[in-house]
């Protein structure tokens, strides 16, 4: 009987023996099998997962953020214990210990899978590392089985620190946020260092599923689950029962609950020097890099000139756009039925898409209308006891009619609103007293801003239109126009390096071109001719035909060789309109050609970017790259200092250079912008405008600021009579530079070494004695030992044909008061007194 027992225990256990042989080989080959071709793990420790890039104002402060994926990168020694052992606590208690897998897990969830149940999940920190990074979602057999050789493989490469890392800065918490960084700042708008033990405890109750325990729809069950991470934290013992009572008494407060103000709130909105910044840094570093790869970027922006850009922009089309009194309907519509308690409207109001973004305008909904007044109510104003009010004076507009004009101004508020109408308030006040609240809109009429630095390139402000959540497209960078007589100082620039002077004379007659198009007849904006002037009275007033002859004379070749040079073109058109303007560019472009003239004639490249960091500090982009002697010695002689060398291209000839800012600095002070540029130091620029007033421009600079403005619609149409680059861009330029010059203050314009100023009557060219005094007496700068052609004999008629009557210059004034022109052929003529003379008449495209 013995040996019947011991026999069959004997045989039971030989097969127990080969059944756990046949278990193991069956496993081996299961594990080898699944095993032969999985990804390579050991790519994991040298992992560097998609982060947020961070733009940076000149001040460091945070100014914008771009990702796909909103992470921020926390090494391991960087992230607080606290999140570590909540995590721990919740997804993997037993992560110390093991070797990448849960035994007891993985037995409960075959036993699962064989009752036919769903395949649970049973997944370590090192296997949920494998499934995010390795492979597939998915729950089956083989999937799981492929986890776990890689978690068993990746737990023999990597250090459980390294593991829970990555496990950290990758996990997905809701929100568009992955990793504890990103989502400490999107829940509870703290950096990772400030979470306390019940906000830990909430981001680790997250990883399950984040919808489920969304702070505000899922409060009970979001603060149920964090509970249970508080309890299993003590009974972890990373926390004592205390500290998990008094996590577990407070409250949830976070950003989705309004207890906490997002960090996006606190930041000014996204505006076009940003988004541009993106455009360009996307196509320097490509779309993966700029949105992923943790850039630090630090951005040329001067916040107080930026918020100045936008508002004398504004300013400026909105006068426009308020002068022609046109109304063009509400900017969204809300149904009556959402208006009948305050909290309704105010719920339906937070959902309307309008602009947010114009500095001192609200979003509002009108709520009544009766024949005085119309009722509203305001976006983030508190609702007054008797309500808000737009009186009946601020409703006078003109409602748009079908074609696109002005109907009947309206009498009573329904002439223009209606109940449920979205629109844009703003609050009128005097001496910092509230009056009443006034209707607004966004214009049609759209334009752009830029400033920079005339000697860094460095962009310091950008506007590109009204209002950036209204329309994106930048029309600083991405409009292309025509620049009108705003591009004349080219012609005037080229004309001055191939020889000309300031006072050379040119004819200002009617010229006859003949084009493929046919006769084509240019005439200045007056409509009027008045014979020979100075190359000087050109720019100043803007003269078409002078132009015109300057450009043919010195050949429509090297106009466009300098109109490349200084980058407003990259193949401009050699044809005699293109002199005037009428090819297009862009503000971004024209500015940074100006900067060129007021530096002396050097090669600055326009900027955004100071500098450009990758995700671990080092510089990969760096925008000044001139020389700087003694900045790396530790210590200096006494006196000495620091030098930066200029290693710029020169584009121009110096001298060239201050002759015409020169020129340009009659523009402002006695030619088509005078009377608008008030600013108390030396200004240059140039107004243009184009055929019909489609387009206005005007383009200004003091030695360190240059600055321009553009206006005209976005489907080109005529701005109406009255319209001039002088009288509408100039008075934002004028406003923008008042605040600019306060900031970085002004100079006089370098004069070039070894030359000397000569003295020249403006109207006629004459050389003047050294101590002429006068309105009419303007000194121009020569090298030393130049003595410039001038008089009868330098006139430039660019090739065209003159009459023998063509008035050349005034001689002076008869006894009669009348005044004595010498006409081409020398001939004497008397005109009387009052009659219109060319240099003292305006002229040219303003």
């Known amino acids: 009987m013995l040996r019947f027992v011991l026999s069959f225990f004997g045989l039971i256990f030989s097969w127990l023996t080969i059944g756990a042989v046949l278990i193991a080989v069956v496993l081996g080959a299961v594990f080898w099998m699944y095993g032969r071709d999985l990804p390579d793990h050991a790519a994991l420790a040298s992992y560097e997962p998609a982060t947020i890039s961070r733009i940076y104002s000149i001040?460091?402060?945070?100014?914008?953020?771009?990702a796909r994926e909103r992470r921020r990168f926390t090494p391991t020694d960087e992230i607080p214990d606290i999140i570590k052992h909540a995590f721990v606590s919740a997804e993997d208690k037993n992560f110390y210990s093991h070797k990448g897998y849960d035994l007891q897990g993985i037995i409960k969830a075959v036993i699962d899978a064989g009752r036919g149940k769903r395949l649970r999940g049973a997944s370590t920190i090192t296997q949920q590392i494998m499934k995010n990074f390795l492979l597939d979602g998915g729950r089956n057999m083989e999937r799981k089985v492929k986890e776990l050789i890689l978690a068993t493989r990746l737990e023999d490469t990597l250090s459980k620190d390294k593991i829970l890392e990555l496990y950290l800065n990758e996990i997905f918490l809701g929100q568009n946020s992955y990793g504890v960084t990103a989502a400490a700042e999107t829940y509870f708008a703290k950096n990772l260092e400030d979470v306390t033990i019940a906000e830990a405890a909430y981001l680790a109750a997250l990883p399950k599923a984040p919808s489920d325990y969304h702070p505000v729809r899922q409060l009970k069950r979001a603060l149920a689950r964090r509970d249970f991470v508080l309890k299993e934290m003590t009974e972890n013992g990373y926390i004592s029962p205390d500290e998990a009572e008094a996590a577990r008494t407070s409250e949830l407060k976070t950003v989705q609950g309004r207890q906490y103000a997002s960090i996006r709130s606190k930041r000014p909105p996204r505006d076009y020097f940003t988004d541009e910044i993106r455009r360009q840094l996307s196509s320097d570093f490509g779309e993966d890099e700029f949105f992923g790869g943790g850039l630090t970027i630090r951005a040329t922006m001067d916040p107080v000139l930026q918020k100045e850009a936008a508002k004398v922009l504004r300013q400026g089309l909105e006068k426009y756009d308020r002068r022609l009194g046109i109304y063009r309907g509400a900017s969204a519509k809300i149904a009556p039925a959402k208006l009948d308690t305050e909290e309704n409207w105010r719920a339906a109001l937070k959902n309307a898409e309008i602009p947010r973004d114009v500095a001192g305008w609200h979003a509002a909904v009108v709520l009544e209308l009766s024949d005085k007044s119309a009722r509203i109510g305001i976006e983030n104003v508190k609702e007054a006891e008797d309500g808000h009010y737009i009186p009946m004076k601020d409703l006078k507009w003109r409602p748009e009619l079908e074609n696109?004009?002005?109907?009947?101004k309206a009498k009573r508020p329904s002439d223009l609103l209606a109940v449920g109408d979205v629109i844009l308030v703003r609050a009128i006040t005097k001496d910092q007293t509230f009056v009443r609240w006034s209707l607004r809109q966004i214009p049609a009429i759209q334009g752009g801003f830029m400033a920079m630095d005339t000697r860094t390139?460095?962009?310091?402000?950008?506007?590109?239109?009204?209002s950036y959540q209204h329309s994106v497209f930048n029309r600083a960078t991405q409009a292309t126009r025509q620049p009108g007589s705003s591009f004349k100082p080219f012609v005037y620039a080229s004309a001055l390096d191939s020889g000309y002077s300031p006072s050379t004379i040119i004819i200002d007659a009617p010229i006859e071109v003949q084009t493929p198009q046919g006769l084509w007849r240019p005439k200045n904006a007056s409509h009027k001719f008045y014979g020979p002037?100075?190359?000087?009275?050109?720019?100043?007033?803007s003269r078409?035909?002078?132009t015109i002859r300057l450009a043919q004379d010195v050949g429509m070749n090297v106009v466009a060789d300098y109109a490349e040079r200084f980058g407003v073109y990259d193949d401009m058109g050699e044809f005699l309109a293109n002199a005037l303007g009428s090819q297009e560019s862009t503000l971004f472009k024209m500015v940074a050609a100006y900067a060129m003239f007021a530096n002396g004639g050097e090669r600055v490249e326009p900027t955004l970017v100071d500098r450009v960091q990758d995700r671990w500090g080092n510089t990969i982009y760096r925008h000044d790259r001139r020389d700087c002697a003694g900045c790396k010695v530790a210590s200096l002689e006494t006196g000495q200092s620091p030098t930066i060398i200029s290693n710029r291209e020169r584009v121009m000839d110096e001298v060239t250079a201050y002759q015409l800012t020169s020129m340009m600095r009659g523009v402002v002070e006695r030619g088509t912008a005078s009377?608008?540029?008030?600013?108390?130091?030396p200004v240059a620029g140039k107004t243009g405008t184009t055929n019909d007033a489609k387009d206005v421009w005007f383009i200004g600079f003091t030695p360190n600021i240059v600055a321009g403005c553009y206006m005209g619609y976005d489907r080109p149409k005529s701005l109406g009579r009255g319209a001039f680059g002088g009288s509408m861009c100039g008075p934002v330029f004028n406003n923008f530079m008042k605040k600019a010059i306060k900031?970085?203050?002004?100079?006089?314009?370098?004069i070039p070494p070894d030359t000397v100023f000569i003295k020249f009557d403006r109207f006629s060219g004459a050389r003047l004695p050294s101590d002429a005094r006068g309105p009419h007496v303007v000194a121009e700068l020569f090298r030393r030992g130049e003595e410039p052609e001038y008089g009868i004999f330098s006139i430039i008629d660019?090739?065209?044909a003159m009459g023998e009557d063509l008035e050349l210059f005034v001689r002076g004034e008869g006894e009669g008061g009348e005044q004595v022109v010498i006409t081409a052929t020398g001939t004497k003529k008397k005109i009387p007194k009052k009659a219109s003379f060319g240099s003292l008449s305006s002229g040219g495209l303003y």
């Open 59 to 66: 001040e460091g402060k945070v100014m914008d953020e771009f």
């Open 404 to 408: 696109g004009r002005g109907g009947r």
């Open 457 to 466: 390139g460095r962009v310091l402000a950008m506007q590109g239109g009204f």
């Open 533 to 541: 002037a100075p190359l000087r009275t050109g720019i100043e007033r």
């Open 544 to 546: 078409n035909l002078m």
């Open 675 to 681: 009377g608008v540029i008030k600013l108390g130091v």
């Open 743 to 750: 900031l970085y203050g002004s100079s006089d314009f370098a």
């Open 798 to 800: 660019g090739g065209f």
